[in-house]
């Protein structure tokens, strides 16, 4: 379960990786992502909305997949936050 935890991990840091490469590269070229009225093509608009949603989507089931594998993220604290 700890592979898979780390597999999505890596998934999770792609996708982010990726959508922001992809931003840069239509901040650069533009006019390559716009038709002749100025609207973003529908492959643009799959990319950009589809990358991060599947990396949201990646980190939650990180999370999940953290809780599966018994991984803790930091120790118990008490309510005035030190460690117990």
Known sequence: M???WQS???LRWLLWVS????????MVY??????HFGH????TEIAMYGLSLAAVIAGLLE???????????SPPRGPEGLPR
């Open 2 to 4: 700890k592979t898979a």
């Open 8 to 10: 999505m991990r890596a």
């Open 19 to 26: 959508f922001f490469a992809y931003c840069l590269h239509y």
């Open 30 to 35: 533009s006019a390559s992502h716009l038709d």
């Open 40 to 43: 973003l093509f529908l492959s």
């Open 63 to 73: 999370m999940m997949l953290r809780d599966k594998a018994g991984i803790v993220k």
